[in-house]
């Protein structure tokens, strides 16, 4: 969409010029900034985050958000943004936190925004501990080709469930080890992982030489 923005602010211009230099320092062309597209400034930073977003690139969103607080020029939008890096770097408590705290914001777009992020928090934790049920069951059984099927099917997915990592440790205490293998949980998480990834790759390979 072409921009409205004909006369752009000396601080919405100097705002764009900051942020230029910020993605030219992290290498990263931008895809919205300077192209004319979006109004300058705070709509086409926006628009860049939601870029960065897909390619997961939160070093250079953090720096952007950021040099929009040093200009003092703001959207609630990043406040959003702001939670979904949290949720990639691992802080969970807090982007949930400040998802809630939207829930309250006078802005409709943004409280559904909360809302769709919140439902898919309880989403993936409730996913999660299915999954970490259906494995203890299926190691009790002695159900190995079962908990293979469910431990790839996560492992493979786009969004693994949060409790993967625990649910993976505590399966791979009960899985075959090489002999010698030193007592490290960590180290058996990681052998697991490659039995079952090996274990996949065999059977894509045995699907193509049909």
Same mark, same amino acid.
């Given at each position: 969409m072409p921009s409205s923005d004909a006369n752009p602010s000396d601080a919405a211009l100097q705002l764009r010029a900051d942020a230029l230099q910020i993605c030219q320092r992290a290498a990263w062309l931008p895809q919205c900034i300077g192209t004319g597209r979006f109004d300058t400034g705070v709509p086409e930073i926006y628009a860049e985050l939601r870029a960065l977003q897909k390619v997961r690139a939160v070093h250079v969103s953090? %720096?952007?958000? #950021? *040099? *929009? &607080?040093r200009h003092r020029l703001w959207t609630p939008l990043? @406040? +959003?943004? @702001? %939670? &979904?890096?949290?949720?990639? !770097? =691992? +802080? &969970?408590?807090r982007a949930q936190a400040r998802?809630? +705290? !939207? !829930?309250?914001?006078? +802005?409709?777009?943004? &409280? =559904?925004? #909360? @809302?769709?992020? !919140? %439902?898919?928090?309880?989403a993936k934790a409730e996913s999660g501990a299915q999954l970490a049920t259906e494995v203890a069951q299926a190691v009790d059984r002695n159900e190995t080709d079962r908990l293979v099927t469910m431990l790839l099917a996560a492992l493979l997915t786009e969004e693994p469930p949060e409790a993967l990592e625990d649910v993976l440790e505590a399966a791979a205490l009960q899985w075959p080890m090489p002999e010698r293998m030193p007592w490290d949980r960590g180290l058996f998480t990681h052998q697991l992982v490659l039995d079952l990834f090996e274990r996949q790759l065999r059977q894509w390979e045995a699907e193509h030489s049909d």
């Open positions: 953090q %720096a952007l958000i #950021a *040099c *929009c &607080r990043f @406040e +959003d943004v @702001e %939670a &979904r890096i949290w949720m990639f !770097l =691992g +802080d &969970r408590a998802w809630t +705290d !939207l !829930l309250h914001h006078p +802005d409709s777009n943004l &409280r =559904g925004m #909360a @809302e769709k992020a !919140l %439902a898919g928090l309880k």
